[in-house]
């Protein structure tokens, strides 16, 4: 245990938390983003009216910067994998050495062939090749997540694999892939895209609506938004429950660590089947010294009966159970995000069923407005508190039962740590205000309404052709 809780480990897991942190801000609006953009697009074409190409014009304006920075936080987490956990990385490398290598083919050189004609196409090919390529992108951008949670799945869930040499060497591609986690563990990722980035379009709306700047235009952005909210909020929650269970199955310590359950059976020999809504762990990790326990809702969460058995932490050695702070609260503020966001949904449906949703009603529900700007950082923290959860509950593993940690973690020395440490937060806080400051100019300045439309009658040159090539006549000069 000495070695395990030294100081270079411990300065490498918060170098590399910090790095994933910082770049999990910006990958989900991209690959959910892109998905709507492509939505905006169908709406635009197949109805001709010009406020969704506005609005689509308007928001990949935010998506083509957090894309940016995306890309450049993306670059520093692959250089950590070699720099901070060399061992872990080499001996992986026959797994996700392939896997990284199928996300680069699949996602990254697919999505780097259509997003230049997304950005860069309009007025200069036809309307449907825009729209083959908006769809691409989106495309692409989820199979990258799909890849990435391949990945992390079999890490959570190791399957396919034999560890020889000091190498995992790989033994059947199918289980690998397809790992236990990855096959709920995906669906839960990409739906939380989906939900952060209406939640966006959501808050950016409200915001606009707010200001009475562009009422109209972000009224009819804000109606179906809170259409596909009510039915992607409650499909979260219940894919979150599934996800849940399948890790009691794989990964029962980290459940136990989620749940703060450290006693399977109580004193009288009954199945422990309390839920903690608030638990305070103790030093030595194998109780809580204070608890506000609801009896029989963790059995009915984890096995769907009163009496279930769900295995605590004293069903494991000591010094294979993680910590319990950060994924019981972590885990506790995801699930009240998700329901919360949930209620915001159905605020929004009922005001829309009422006819509530007029450009002159929304100025009557000003709570109902600034409670969904705030809601456009809520799914930001969820996803961050979520992944704090499935990467802290996996400890003391970094490949979970079979390498732990201090095993996968290079062999530097404090102040080599410190220093990557250090320009790791420097360089990433410089990603994190550059790119806020080009959202607010943005936002700030708004949707384009002058330049006239791609492919209306004001501009036909530019629209649903090809544009026209023209090219410069050769001239002679004779003073010469």
């Known amino acids: 245990m000495i070695i395990e809780n030294s100081l270079p480990i411990l300065l490498s897991r918060l170098d590399f938390a910090f790095i994933t942190s910082m770049h999990i801000l910006w990958t989900p609006v991209t690959i959910g983003m892109s998905w709507l953009l492509f939505f905006l697009e169908v709406a635009w074409l197949r109805s001709g009216n010009e406020k969704w190409y506005r609005l689509q014009r308007f928001f990949e304006k935010l998506f083509i910067v957090n894309f940016g920075a ?19 990385s080499q001996a992986v490398g026959p ?57 992390n799945g079999w890490m959570q869930s190791p399957r396919g694999i034999v560890l020889k040499d000091g190498l995992f060497q790989v033994t059947n591609w199918w ?13 839960h990722m990409w739906i939380a895209t989906i939900e952060l980035s209406l939640f966006f379009f959501a808050a950016v709306s409200a915001w606009f609506i707010l200001k009475n700047r562009h009422v109209d235009l972000f009224t009819t952005l804000l109606k179906p938004t809170l259409l596909a909210l009510i039915v992607i909020t409650p499909l979260q929650i219940f894919i979150g429950d599934e996800l849940g269970r399948e890790v009691a199955v794989d990964q029962p310590t980290s ?13 009288n020999g009954q199945v422990n089947s309390g839920w903690h809504v608030i638990a305070i762990p103790n030093s030595k990790n194998d109780g809580n010294v204070f608890s506000i326990t609801i009896p029989y809702v963790l059995s009915l969460l984890e096995t769907h009966t009163l009496n279930g058995k769900v295995a605590g932490m004293d069903q494991f050695a000591a010094n294979d159970r993680p910590d319990v702070w950060v994924p019981f609260y972590a885990f506790r503020i995801m699930v009240s995000i998700g329901f919360f966001l949930f209620l915001m949904a159905l605020w929004g449906n009922w005001l829309r069923l009422r006819g509530q949703l007029s450009a002159d009603n929304l100025r009557r529900h000003p709570t109902f407005l600034r409670l969904m700007v705030f809601s456009g950082f809520l799914p930001y923290l969820a996803v961050w508190t979520g ?62 309404l002058s330049s006239p439309v791609i492919g209306s009658e004001a501009n036909p040159s530019a629209g649903g052709g090809l544009a026209q090539a023209s090219f410069a006549k050769p001239s002679l000069d004779k003073s010469r």
Not at 72 to 87: D, K, N, S, W
Not at 175 to 187: L, M, Q, R, T, V
Not at 255 to 267: D, I, N, R, S, V
Request: hydrophobic share 50%; glycine share 14%.
């Open 95 to 151: 797994f996700f050495g392939n896997i990284l290598g199928f996300e680069t083919i699949t996602a990254f050189m697919y999505e780097a062939g259509f997003i230049g004609l997304m950005i860069f196409g309009w007025g200069k090919i036809g309307k449907g090749m825009h729209l083959f390529s908006t769809f691409n992108v989106a495309l692409s951008s989820s199979l990258s997540a799909m890849w990435i949670l391949v990945a």
């Open 175 to 187: 289980n690998a892939i397809f790992n236990p986690n990855f096959d709920i563990g995906f669906p």
């Open 255 to 267: 459940l136990a660590a989620m749940e703060g359950h450290y006693h399977t059976y109580l004193p």
């Open 387 to 448: 992944w704090w959860t499935r990467e802290i509950g996996r400890q003391p593993w970094v490949v979970y039962g079979l390498m732990r940690t201090w095993q996968g973690v290079s062999h530097m020395g404090v102040a080599a740590e410190s220093i990557w440490f250090i320009g790791y937060i420097c360089f990433e806080f410089m990603v994190w205000g550059g790119a806020w400051y080009f959202f607010s100019r943005i936002v700030k300045k708004g949707p384009d």
């Open 70 to 88: 995306g890309v450049a936080t993306g670059v520093t987490m692959e250089m950590a994998f070699g720099i901070l956990y060399g061992p872990f």
